[in-house]
């Protein structure tokens, strides 16, 4: 595995009153897939108006899902003193097989087999959790991260997902793009129960209508909230042109009667 760094200094954001102010944002926690390693890029701001102290840090993986306790960290790095309105990036490597296996899709095509507008998705869709420690105090920031490819007109899609609350946890879907139909489903592929039990596990479903575009690209967020903690898992959807689908894939008579 390898750490990268990056140091730029000529980013203007407005100064809260802190001194210094160390930041990681979620949405500044990503990750791609190339060539069997994962890299991931963490991009630390200082909004403050004094330079942050230097800190360390650990990255944990987790499956894809929400509440997910962390296990070991799969790496660590070190952070050194960010001048105020300015960034640190930290880029690490790992390879895939190292992480936790990645969500288990259930797609409406053979994986693998599609034409140029659906290229095999490696992603690894999954969880992590990013932990810095300054002389005093610290922080932590959580990425919950998955892709899904879906066929217009041909059903849904669906990505495995997983909980930990140990009491029932209501969702929402946001961000949702039009042409799209989102759901939540058990294990079996039934809807899911809002709120939902404790340690729920099932899948996010989602479906495009016939004749959409393809290659088009929906983000949207699925928002678990457990007694007042809200983790937002989030999946970006892309529409692919998969062919002729066998009918000895998937019992597609529960999978379409879901998206009717």
Not at 66 to 94: L, M, N, R, Y
Request: net charge negative.
């Amino acid at each position: 595995m390898k750490f990268f760094v990056t140091a730029v200094t000529f980013l203007c954001l407005a100064a809260p009153p802190a001194a210094a102010d160390l930041v990681l944002n979620q949405e500044d926690v990503t990750w791609t897939t190339e060539a069997g390693i994962v890299t991931f890029l963490m991009h630390f701001q200082n909004t403050g108006t004094e330079p942050s102290e230097p800190a360390s840090g650990e990255i944990h993986a987790q499956p894809f899902g929400a509440f997910v306790p962390s296990i070991q960290p799969i790496g660590t790095f070190d952070i050194p003193p960010i001048p105020p309105d300015s960034f640190f990036d930290v880029t690490f490597e790992i390879p895939y097989d190292a992480l936790p296996p990645s969500a288990t899709e259930l797609l409406p095509w053979a994986k693998g087999e599609m034409d140029e507008y659906c290229s095999r998705d490696w992603h690894w869709d999954g969880n992590v959790d990013v932990f810095w420690f300054l002389p005093v105090g610290g922080g932590n920031t959580q990425a919950h991260h998955g892709t899904l490819q879906v066929c217009p007109g041909s059903g849904g899609s669906f990505i495995h997902v997983v909980t930990n609350c140990a009491g029932w946890a209501t969702w929402t879907i946001t961000g949702i793009c039009q042409g799209f139909t989102y759901m939540l489903v058990n294990e079996d592929l039934t809807p899911a129960p809002n709120p939902v039990p404790p340690g729920w596990t099932g899948h996010i479903g989602v479906s495009a209508l016939n004749g959409s575009s393809l290659g088009v690209t929906c983000c949207f967020r699925v928002n678990f909230n457990c007694g007042g903690i809200v983790v937002p898992v989030n999946l970006c959807v892309a529409t692919c042109d998969c062919g002729p689908i066998p009918n000895d894939i998937r019992p597609w008579g529960t999978i379409k009667a879901l998206f009717k």
